[in-house]
Nanobody, 127 residues
Framework: QVQLVESGGGLVQAGGSLSLSCAASVFTFANYAMGWFRQAPGKERESVAVISRSGGRTYYADSMKGRFTISRDNAKNTVYLQMNSLKPKDTAVYYC????????????????????WGQGTQVTVSS
């Protein structure tokens, strides 16, 4: 069983930055692709960013490109999401997700592809 715990959410003004972290309790973190998803009120959960097992490949949803950066530290069992130039429409609950994969450079970015989910952390961007 993999447990994921997100942290770092909060309230920020438009144009500001936030950094999210997700700590995973798993013996072989490097065997898991990791993703960040978000869900705004009244909307479906959507993909934000994904990072491959080794960190060598990443995926970003179009609206996040150039503003968000996903990274991971396999020695610390942690994945990060640096969010810059935040906009009010970025307001959502942000979820960390993990999936075991044999594909070293895979970046699955569909919700159904993930097995484990964190409880989410709220990000609110004020205008």
């Amino acid at each position: 069983q993999v447990q994921l715990v997100e942290s770092g959410g909060g309230l920020v003004q438009a144009g500001g930055s936030l950094s999210l972290s997700c700590a995973a309790s798993v013996f072989t973190f490097a065997n898991y692709a990791m993703g960040w998803f978000r869900q705004a009120p009244g909307k479906e959960r959507e993909s934000v960013a994904v990072i491959s097992r080794s960190g060598g490949r990443t995926y970003y949803a179009d609206s996040m490109k150039g503003r968000f950066t996903i990274s991971r530290d396999n020695a610390k069992n942690t994945v990060y999401l640096q969010m810059n130039s935040l906009k009010p429409k970025d307001t959502a609950v942000y979820y960390c997700a993990a999936v075991f994969t044999l594909i070293l450079v895979g970046v699955p970015h569909k919700e159904y592809e993930y097995t484990y989910w964190g409880q989410g952390t709220q990000v609110t961007v004020s205008s």
